[in-house]
């Protein structure tokens, strides 16, 4: 009898183990959120009979080795994503990868200061030019909201005036 409850004891740490490496394969090729992580590994966790419970610690594990770190993948998304978009998008996207909005507030606070410089830059690589005729106004507007620009920020890049001036 005794053994019979050992050897079910060591299949699941085998079992988490197999969780930890699939885990660490991901963290490997990239960063991911903590609720990313958690949603590309529950399928194979389920199939390795793993209560929700067990992978939770294991994540745990993981974030206490500093392994998986929402503020690190946010920090590396905000840098690849800056170029292309608002801050507004960018927040957006990262609420729906589960990071909390503490977080979120802090990794864009470091982007504040530029983003209208940001924000011109993508204005500059699609149109470059001011627009002349209502239409065209509204299609650039339409593109940079698309892009999470804000609003008071795509005025004053429309108007042609630097932010000092304004």
């Known amino acids: 009898m005794k053994r ?4 079910l004891t060591n299949n699941l740490n085998k079992n988490q183990v197999q969780l ?3 885990a660490l394969y991901y963290l490997g ?17 389920e199939t390795l009979e793993i209560t929700k419970d067990n992978l939770e610690l294991v994540l745990d594990e993981l974030e206490k080795k500093e392994w998986l770190s929402d503020i690190r993948f946010s ?3 905000v840098l690849t994503k800056k170029r292309k978009f608002g801050t507004r998008k960018i927040a957006h996207e990262l609420k729906l990868r589960g990071v909390e ?10 982007i504040k200061d530029d983003e209208f410089f940001l924000a011109k830059q993508i204005w500059e690589k699609k149109f470059n030019q001011i627009p002349i005729t209502i239409n065209e106004k509204a299609k650039q507007i339409r593109f940079m909201q698309s892009r999470g620009i804000e609003v008071s920020i795509i005025h004053k890049i429309l108007s042609g005036k630097s932010p000092e001036l304004l």
């Open 4 to 7: 019979k409850i050992i050897k």
């Open 20 to 22: 930890k490496k699939r």
């Open 29 to 45: 090729k990239r960063d991911y959120s903590r609720a990313e992580l958690r949603k590309k590994i529950l399928v194979y966790s």
């Open 75 to 77: 920090e590396q998304f």
């Open 101 to 110: 909005e503490l977080i979120i507030n802090r990794v864009l606070k470091d």
